[in-house]
């Protein structure tokens, strides 16, 4: 995707995901680009992170101002919101909550927010079988989101999931009392070695550092690697990590 093609106001946050989507910094990607996306995102209230129960959004992160209302809004008011996640289409909205005047929604939520306009965009978190929506909103006094605005986050949406997907493949990796067994099944030709060190491979240890942690010298750790590059069919570091992605997700 071109990033001509994105809204100016849009840029630097279209730029953030794809920089960061491109380095492949799984231990960090996710938690900096949350860290930034109210820096970024062209919207004066920040950006939310909803995971969709029964087709209504229930929150995840929300910016600090709004934290006293969010329990409310999750056991609440979140039920009593007239706008349902569209599944077809992946979007929550655009709303424009002028139009709900009086209602006890935008009475309670909103007005104490001075929230006016929200819109949100889906993608499949596909490791926990969820959806996790981004939504933004603007105040009462801002203009409503345009039809621009609407197809830039069709542009970013792509990215967003990727995002995701690369993050929680990090997880898999990183955990305390990760098992090779957990990601090989017994149909990957690699021998107990090789799948160790296949882990610390998907891990992007160095060469050095993989012989350190097995305590063998380096040029053994290039002869596995070799091997578990002609075993598997990839030619390097990238699409090895891709495959046992794969492996573990099927």
Known sequence: MESCSVEPAWQKLFELINDVCLQEDTDSMLSEVIRHLDEVVPADHGVVLNEVRDGLPYCLRWPAYADP???????????????????????????????????????????????????????????????????????????????????????IRPLLSRLFSLARDSEVFNREHFHPSELYPKTMPLSPREAEVVQFLCRRLSMREIAARLSISPRTVERHTQHIYQKLGVGCRKELISRCFQSYRS
Do not use: M
């Not at 909103?137 to 542009?155: G, I, N």
């Open 69 to 155: 209302l969010i329990s409310a809004f999750n056991h609440y008011y979140n039920r009593c919101c007239p706008v349902n996640y569209n599944a077809k289409q992946h979007t929550l909205g655009p709303v424009d909550w002028h139009r709900f005047k009086e209602t006890e929604y935008d009475n309670d939520f909103n007005r104490p927010l001075d929230l006016g306009h929200s819109i949100g965009i889906g993608f499949p978190d596909l490791y926990n079988n969820k959806v996790i929506v981004t939504s933004i909103h603007r105040s009462r006094s801002d203009s409503a989101f345009s039809e621009s605005d609407v197809h830039t986050l069709y542009l």
